[in-house]
Structure formats: structure tokens, C-alpha cells
């Protein structure tokens, strides 16, 4: 009989030295229901929650450790204090963009992986549910049904409803393949403007490939899910929101600075026909006394699209399962590379 017919095998698979590291509170929030115990039971945890200081003064006693668990609130550390973890062989990132941390771990030798698929999951319903209320013309007629004149005007077949309008996306990475998907039983046509998006790919996903311009003047909706990179900083301009068609939506749920915020204000106060749904901004939060917390055809929301209350523990979820797989030997899903941080949000 084989030794693992026994059950034996938990005996001898080698339990990997890991550390949670980044801020207590929000370990404790994503990792919650159960998540910290389960990496405890799969790993042999340090105690409690690394911080930058901890890597520095308590080195000799991190000689060994293998794995990183961290989510918002992880330090971005330098070379030298990665050197300072000799053993360190991967960083699983329960939560979405590693831009701010990850170069130096990349570049010193250390895996980096990144719940960015999970999170891209709520970015998505979000960003769909408005796509939904825009072409019914909800998010217009709302602040318009304010008395009978405004409710016979709306209530009006002006808006084209769900059936074969075409919605834009800007962007087919993580969140704007997961878009394309959620939209899949609804009879829309999409467009998607991303240029590092192979002709091929986009017959496979059912999109039409355009450009920006073309995109903002054939979109009924117009959805930003462009990652923050100097080339996107501003590509947005106020030009590409007044080309918009009469009663139509711009949803941002990206990075408000891939979008000229002022150009966009201007035109959105030319433009009282046109929505914006804008769940981000530059900068975050807008200063007070920025017209986008008074102007009646923007909605503004607060950072909220991305994985919030119990969507936290699918971050964790993905995370736990990517480590077991890596200290098994198996195929892995959401390694980030060098290459790619040149491309993704």
C-alpha cells in the first residue's frame, strides 16, 4: 500500500515559513471569516503582522521565512531591506494593483502574485449595473422627474433601453474582460478601445475593436477601465466627452487621472444632457469645493466599485489558493511579472 493511502501525507509535506505583513486592520478585515486561520493551518505563520520597522529589526529572526501574506497597506520595500529576507521566495497581494511595491521584489528574485482578478469581479458588477440604468435612461430621467412636465418628458421612449445598443469600453485587461462577460446574455454591442489587445482576442471575446475618438462618439455608454500609466495620464479630454451623443453616460471606475478632470467639468456644465458616474477622481477625494459634489448630472461615489465588506474574502480566497498551489508545485493563475507592470493598473 502507498504510504499517501495512509493519510500520511500531511506528515511529511514540509510546511512553508510564512509572515502576514502590512497593516493589522486590514489583514484582519480581508483575511477574516476563517481566511487568517486557514493560511496558519496550510502554513507555519509567524505571530501577529510584519511591518516595515519588523523587517529591519527583527531580521535574524526572519532568516527563514518563505511566503508574504499582505493585502492594502503593504510597505513598499527597498532592495536592501528585501535582501534582508534571504529565503523570501513569493508575496501573495490579497487586493488589486501592486504598482507601488512590487518592482523591487520583482527584480530581486521574488514572486509576485495579485488578487487583481477578484477584485476586478465587484469593479465589474458595478460597472455593468450603471451600463444597465444608463441605456434605461434612470440615471438622466431621475433628476429630471421632479414634477409632471418632467415626467411625461422622460417617461418617453428617448433612451435606447438594453437591446442592441453599443456600449464602449476603454481598456480589455482584468475588469474590462470581466465586463464583456457579465455582459454576455444582454443583446448590446461592445466596442473596446485597447491597443494592446490582439485582433483575434477581440473576435474571440465578441467585441469591435476602435479607436478612443471612435469609441466616445458610437458608445451610448462609454465605461473607463484604462490603467494608470504615464502614456494614459490625461487621455481623456474634455474633446472626447462633448463627442458624445445626446443623453449618453461616461462611467469611470479606472483612475481619475487617466481623465482631464477640469476639461471634463467644463463640458459636463455645457452638456447638461450627459451623465457622468464617476466612483473615482484626481485627486481622490476632490478638493472641497470642486463642482463634482454639486452638479446635478454627475454621480459621484466614494472609491466604492472595488471589493468592499464580504468581498474582501474572495480577495483572500484567491490569494490562499494561488500559495498552496505555488508551495505544491502547480500551475499558479496570477503571477504579475516585470513585463506586465508596464501594462496593467
Given at each position: ?34 481566511r ?6 496550510e ?16 531580521s ?50 521574488v ?39 418632467g ?29 464583456i462577460?457579465?455582459l ?14 490582439p ?24 465605461s ?42 467644463e463640458?459636463?456644465k455645457?452638456?447638461?444632457d ?17 463642482p463634482?459634489y ?27 489558493d494561488?500559495?498552496?498551489a ?14 506586465m ?5
Amino acid at each position: 500500500m502507498h504510504w499517501r493511502s495512509w493519510g500520511l501525507y500531511p506528515i511529511f509535506k514540509r510546511q512553508m515559513k510564512a509572515a502576514f505583513i502590512g497593516n493589522e486592520d486590514r489583514i484582519s478585515a480581508v483575511y477574516g471569516a476563517g481566511r487568517r486561520q486557514q493560511v496558519e493551518a496550510e502554513f507555519d505563520v509567524i505571530p501577529g503582522v510584519l511591518s516595515r520597522e519588523d523587517v529591519e529589526h527583527k531580521s535574524d529572526d526572519l532568516r527563514d521565512t518563505e511566503l508574504l501574506f499582505s493585502t492594502w497597506g503593504m510597505p513598499a520595500l527597498s532592495p536592501e531591506q528585501i535582501a534582508l529576507l534571504p529565503s523570501l521566495k513569493a508575496l501573495f497581494y490579497a487586493a488589486g494593483t501592486v504598482q507601488k511595491f512590487a518592482r523591487p521584489f520583482l527584480e530581486s528574485g521574488v514572486k509576485v502574485f495579485s488578487a487583481w482578478a477578484a477584485n476586478a469581479v465587484p469593479v465589474a458588477e458595478y460597472t455593468v449595473a450603471q451600463i444597465l440604468l444608463a441605456n434605461k435612461g434612470i440615471l438622466r430621467s431621475s433628476r429630471a422627474t421632479t414634477s409632471a412636465d418632467g415626467w411625461r418628458k422622460y417617461g418617453k421612449s428617448i433612451f435606447p433601453g438594453n437591446f442592441e445598443t453599443t456600449v464602449a469600453l476603454l481598456g480589455a485587461g482584468m475588469i474590462g474582460r470581466k465586463v464583456i462577460e457579465l455582459l454576455q446574455p444582454y443583446s448590446l454591442k461592445v466596442l473596446v478601445f485597447d491597443p494592446f489587445l490582439p485582433d483575434e482576442e477581440a473576435r474571440g471575446l465578441g467585441v469591435e475593436k476602435v479607436g478612443l475618438d471612435e469609441a466616445f462618439q458610437r458608445g451610448f455608454v462609454v465605461s473607463n477601465h484604462l490603467a494608470n500609466l504615464p502614456a494614459t495620464v490625461g487621455m481623456i479630454t474634455g474633446e472626447h466627452i462633448s463627442r458624445m451623443q445626446e443623453n449618453a453616460t461616461f462611467i469611470n471606475s479606472g483612475r481619475g487621472a487617466t481623465v482631464d478632470e477640469q476639461a471634463m467639468i467644463e463640458v459636463l456644465k455645457k452638456r447638461p444632457d450627459l451623465t457622468a458616474v464617476l466612483d473615482v477622481s484626481q485627486p481622490e477625494p476632490p478638493d472641497d469645493g470642486s463642482p463634482l459634489y454639486s452638479m446635478t448630472n454627475v454621480i459621484l461615489t466614494p472609491h466604492i466599485a472595488g471589493s468592499q465588506g464580504n468581498e474582501f474574502w474572495r480577495l483572500a480566497d484567491y490569494m490562499i489558493d494561488e500559495a498552496i498551489a505555488f508551495r505544491d508545485g502547480n500551475e499558479t493563475d496570477y503571477e504579475v511579472t516585470l513585463a506586465m507592470l508596464e501594462t496593467m493598473a
